[in-house]
């Protein structure tokens, strides 16, 4: 589903991706983890093109992210969780959900519609509909969030750590919600920081560190016998 | 000295359409320059070498030329280039709406760079294009937290706007002056001037603060 080829991303001077070969394969969860500043969010905000690689190749849904016109379309099949949920706080939680739906994919608003408020079932949030994203709690604006971009019907989810910006008695509304995708067999790309979200649902773990793929595997290979001293070293630290 | 109170009362009515002209022209300026400003204002920061360059020549030229000169230049300048007299009207308009633009811009810029990144992140990665995604996530945003610097603008322009009775254009300043011309009564009538663009002011700076807080949400 996706191919990542020589990556390489450079801010300035600062070498954030270092080289990063990697696949992703349908209905799969990746789990991306490791330290703050090792280039993970980078590497995930490479995929959908919201940072311009320096070099290497990306190839999403058979469509390498080339062209302008590629992109749009490669974002409509991508979707994003951010850390911060950056919803639309001018717009209700339906009206969230509904302008991508009706603007890109040209959904008559009564369809529109009805794709939202499903998503919000799905989400446990049916009675917020009307509500604004102010009037929510960080958990709850995160599942809008993530009914936002489901609307989309993406190939796709990335998840830039979506729990980070939660009080804690929120998290887990947020990570069931990705549980049950994942069990739905949506491809997903999760960086985040929860070990038990990674080992329960993800089907492979990648360590970075420094801007380089240090070792990956599955979660039982992962959290009972990483072969890297780095990887064993930001284990010990977290777990 | 004799206050002439009488005066004041003969001269109201053809005062008080000079004042309505003067909304009038600071209206259409505005409308102008709120267009101008707008795309403009986005212009300033785009990405395009060219595009953001021309923006910024206007910007500066405006911004450091007097408004009095700009009138002059269009008034009495332009039409040796067009071969044709232009109208006082078109004139004043003109000239306030291209200045009011760059001034417009300015706050267009400002408001759309307070709004958050993730915003447009947000948007595009849902396959808008950058276009759709100003249209319908940026602007409104920005739109509501410009209300009050354009408010300001609003109420700068239409006591600019006394500039344009240089060329001879009847708004509120003109119809004094006219006024003086015939009965000498100089301080009854700029005092009753300076009143009518008081109460005109006043009422757009209520009007706007009533707005700002309307829209506060958000």
Redesign the interface.
């Given at each position: 589903m996706i191919t990542i080829k020589g990556l390489h991303k450079k801010f300035g001077k600062l070498h954030v991706l270092k080289g990063i070969d990697a696949n992703i394969k349908e209905k799969e969860v990746v789990v991306i983890i490791g330290p703050s500043g090792s280039g993970k969010s980078t590497l995930l905000r490479c995929i959908n093109y919201l940072e311009e690689p320096t070099e290497g190749e990306i190839i999403v849904d058979g469509i390498p992210l080339t062209s302008e016109a590629n992109i749009n379309k490669v974002r409509e099949e991508v979707g994003m969780v951010f850390q911060r949920f950056n919803l639309f706080p001018h717009m209700s939680v339906l009206d969230n959900i509904m302008l991508a739906p009706m603007k890109v994919r040209k959904m008559s608003k009564a369809d529109a519609e009805k794709v939202a408020l499903d998503l919000l079932d799905k989400v446990g949030l049916n009675d917020k509909a009307s509500a604004y994203p102010e009037q929510l709690s960080g958990g709850q604006q995160q599942r809008v969030a993530i009914a936002r971009a489901l609307a989309m019907k993406p190939k796709v989810m990335l998840f830039d750590e979506p729990t980070s910006a939660l009080d804690p008695e929120m998290i887990n509304e947020v990570l069931d919600v990705m549980k049950t995708l994942a069990k739905e067999g949506m491809t997903m790309a999760v960086v985040t920081h929860e070990m038990g979200f990674a080992r329960e649902v993800g089907d492979r773990v990648i360590f970075m560190d420094e801007g380089r793929i240090i070792e990956e595997g599955t979660p039982d290979h992962f959290f009972n016998a990483a072969k890297e001293d780095r990887t064993k070293t930001f284990l010990s630290k977290i777990l | 000295m004799n206050f002439d109170f009488d005066l004041i009362v003969r001269s109201l009515p053809l005062l008080l359409m000079g004042a309505g002209i003067t909304i009038q022209i600071t209206a259409i300026s505005v409308g102008i320059g709120l267009l101008i400003g707008m795309f403009v204002g986005i212009a300033r920061l785009s990405k395009n070498w060219a595009v953001k360059m021309a923006a910024t020549l206007y910007v500066d030229f405006i911004r450091g030329t007097p408004l009095l000169v700009q009138i002059f230049i269009i008034y009495f300048a332009l039409p040796l280039i067009l071969g044709q007299r232009i109208d006082p009207f078109v004139a004043a308009i003109t000239a306030c709406g291209i200045n009011s633009g760059a001034y417009v811009a300015e706050i267009f810029r400002g408001g759309i760079q307070s709004i958050?990144k993730?915003?447009m992140?947000?948007?595009?990665?849902?396959?808008?294009?950058w276009g759709?995604t100003m249209y319908?996530?940026i602007l409104?945003?920005a739109f509501?937290r410009i209300i009050p610097p354009l408010g300001n603008e609003f109420i700068a322009m239409l006591k600019d706007s006394s500039l344009v009775s240089v060329i001879g254009f009847e708004e509120l300043t003109r119809r004094g002056q006219l006024i003086i011309a015939r009965t000498y009564g100089s301080f009854e009538i700029w005092l009753t001037v300076a009143v009518i663009y008081l109460i005109m002011t006043l009422t757009i700076s209520r009007l706007v603060d009533y707005l700002e807080r309307r829209y506060k949400?958000?």
């Open positions: - | 958050d993730g915003q992140e947000a948007g595009r990665s849902l396959g808008m294009t759709q319908h996530i409104p945003q509501k949400i958000g």
